[in-house]
């Protein structure tokens, strides 16, 4: 099906019970329709679908809908959903363009749009305008959704006879920095998860110290994240900490101190 108009739709489908449109190929274009200032496609249908696109190639597109100054694609539905994309082992809902960031772009947008950017960045709009206001949803520098275990994990215990058994069995002291791999002990954090939600404990404490927890491969914070100020003291502390590619972060505490500690695994960024 294939229809160029310069003032009117391209392709126009009314239905009261079938689809409005319905376009299928093996290898070409199931429906186009082209349109100087309305709309390509339009599809209609009171109790079925207004516009269907099948594509049988192994990397087709059902529905491709392109605009330089418009909708690319306006689906509208009172009590129905608006837009359904199924993939059986491909990909529901494709982003592509080079969109600048939106939130220093003079393109007018309406709220509610949503934009992946230069960055693989993707941005929701709450208020419209030029640019309006965004929210970032998610990007390349963000820690992805958080999943919480359905209880917590240990994975490191520095104290002799106490699980799990991952060496060295000694308190951490003096200068030292200690990697502590997080996706052991069946805790459920993915290797290439973001970061991990801990909670950290040290025992048999020196006089005063601090630990911090960071991302393993990077240098030493400038930073604690717990503190001690007696000798044999108990301190815990719940904190995100980034992981490095295989899940792993470092515990380091300063010279002349030293602790036991354990990690806890409570929930990771992915």
């Known amino acids: ?7 009117g739709q391209g392709v126009l489908g009314t239905s009261t019970g079938g689809p409005g449109v319905e376009g ?41 809908a392109v605009a330089p100054t418009g909708f690319g694609l306006y689906a ?23 969109t600048p960031p939106p939130p220093s772009s003079s393109t007018a947008r309406f709220d509610g749009s949503v934009v992946l950017d230069t960055n693989y960045d993707l941005w929701l ?4 305008g030029t640019p ?11 820690a992805g959704a958080l999943t919480l275990l359905a209880s917590p994990v240990r994975v490191y ?15 951490l002291a003096n200068g030292a920095t200690r990697d502590v791999d997080c996706t052991i002990n069946g805790s459920g954090v993915p290797v290439g998860a973001t970061g991990v939600l801990v909670n950290l404990t040290v025992v048999n404490t020196s006089a005063n ?36 590619a295989t899940g792993k972060i470092s515990c380091y505490v300063p010279p002349t101190s030293s602790a036991d500690v354990f990690v806890d695994i409570i929930g990771y960024h992915r």
Do not use: E
């Not at 215990?157 to 308190?171: C, F, H, I, V």
């Open 209 to 244: 110290g601090f630990l911090a927890a960071f991302k393993k491969g990077v240098p030493v914070p400038n930073a604690s994240t717990l503190n001690w100020f007696q000798p044999g003291s108990i301190v815990a502390n719940t904190t995100v900490v980034a992981c490095d």
């Open 132 to 142: 309006g206001l965004w929210r970032r949803i998610s990007g390349t520098n963000t």
């Open 24 to 64: 299928s190929s093996a290898n070409g274009i199931g429906v186009k329709g082209t349109s100087t200032n309305t709309y390509g496609v339009s599809g209609t249908s009171v109790s079925a679908t207004g516009v269907y696109g099948s594509s049988s190639a192994a990397t087709g597109t059902g529905v491709r």
């Open 157 to 171: 215990d520095s104290r002799p006879g106490n699980p799990p058994s991952t060496l060295p069995k000694t308190p």
């Open 1 to 7: 099906m294939y229809g160029i108009a310069t003032s």
């Open 76 to 98: 509208d539905t009172s009590t129905g959903t608006a837009v359904w994309a199924h993939a059986t082992n491909g990909t529901q809902l494709f982003l592509d363009g080079a």
């Open 125 to 128: 709009s709450i208020v419209g």
